[in-house]
C-alpha cells in the first residue's frame, strides 16, 4: 500500500484544515488507519485512528472535539478534519494503515503500522 497525505497548509489560529491520505496499490477497506504527528525536535505522537469495520473513530486528548477522522473506502482515502486549529497543531501529519484489527491497546503505537504516507505540513500561526 502506497499511502500519500496532502492538505496542508499555513493557517492562522482558530481557523480549519481538512488533511487527505490517498491509498493506492490496495484496496484500505481491510486496514485500519490513523493519523499521527510530528512537531520539531519531538517523537511522533497519536492524533487520531478509525477502525476498518465498525468505522469507530478514537482520538488523543489533544484531538478531541476539534479534530474528525473519516474514511471513503470507495476512494481509497482518509480524511482527518481539523478544526479551531492551535499552534501547538503545528507539525508535519502522517497517515498510516494497519492491516486488521486496531486495538485500544495498540493504536497508539506507531510499530504497529503496516504502511506510512511522506507526510503533509501543517504550520499554525497566532
Known amino acids: 500500500v502506497q499511502l500519500q497525505a496532502s492538505g496542508g497548509g499555513l493557517v492562522q489560529a482558530g481557523n480549519s484544515l481538512r488533511l487527505s491520505c490517498a491509498a493506492s496499490?490496495?484496496?484500505?477497506?481491510?486496514?485500519?488507519m490513523a493519523w499521527f504527528r510530528q512537531a520539531p525536535g519531538k517523537e511522533r505522537e497519536f492524533v487520531a485512528a478509525i477502525t476498518w469495520r465498525s468505522y469507530q473513530a478514537y482520538y488523543s486528548d489533544s484531538a478531541k472535539g476539534r479534530f474528525a477522522i473519516s474514511r471513503d473506502d470507495a476512494k481509497n482515502l482518509v480524511f482527518l478534519q481539523m478544526n479551531s486549529l492551535k499552534p501547538e497543531d503545528t507539525a508535519v501529519y502522517y497517515c498510516?494503515?494497519?492491516?486488521?484489527?486496531?486495538?485500544?491497546?495498540?493504536?497508539?503505537?506507531?510499530?504497529?503500522?503496516?504502511?506510512w504516507g511522506q507526510g503533509t505540513q501543517v504550520t499554525v500561526s497566532s
Open positions: 496499490g490496495r484496496t484500505l477497506s481491510s486496514y485500519g
Open positions: 498510516a494503515a494497519k492491516s486488521g484489527a486496531l486495538t485500544m491497546a495498540t493504536m497508539t503505537e506507531r510499530g504497529r503500522y503496516d504502511y
